[in-house]
Nanobody, 119 residues
Framework: QVQVVESGGGLVQAGGSLRLSCAAS????????MRWYRQVPGNQRELVAS???????NYADYVKGRFTISRDNAGTAVYLQMNSLNPEDTAVYYC?????????????WGQGTQVSVSS
């Protein structure tokens, strides 16, 4: 059983910052890529940023230069530093952990954390 828990969401004014955290625990095996997604009601979940086990990162165009993804040395925690937030960043943010086990890939999701940016 693998658990993924996000934290760090909240309400912030435009121009402010938040730092999201995500921790994977339980019987997790080799973690490959960890990702942050976000979703607004009525819209599809969209990829915000990702980081591989080697530390290679990738960002959606609309967060480049504002958001930074990082992970801990153990590879079971991932963070998203969000700066210069604007109201369009308001969404539920989800953490995704990709694991390689027994010859197959498994994806685990957290419950999401709400980020609200006021104008």
């Amino acid at each position: 059983q693998v658990q993924v828990v996000e934290s760090g969401g909240g309400l912030v004014q435009a121009g402010g910052s938040l730092r999201l955290s995500c921790a994977a625990s339980g019987s997790i095996s080799k973690v490959n890529t960890m990702r942050w997604y976000r979703q607004v009601p009525g819209n599809q979940r969209e990829l915000v940023a990702s980081i591989t086990y080697t530390g290679s990162t990738n960002y959606a165009d609309y967060v480049k230069g504002r958001f930074t993804i990082s992970r801990d040395n153990a590879g079971t925690a991932v963070y998203l530093q969000m700066n210069s937030l604007n109201p369009e960043d308001t969404a539920v943010y989800y953490c995704n952990v990709q694991e390689y086990r027994g010859g197959s890939w498994n994806n685990y999701w957290g419950q999401g954390t709400q980020v609200s940016v006021s104008s």
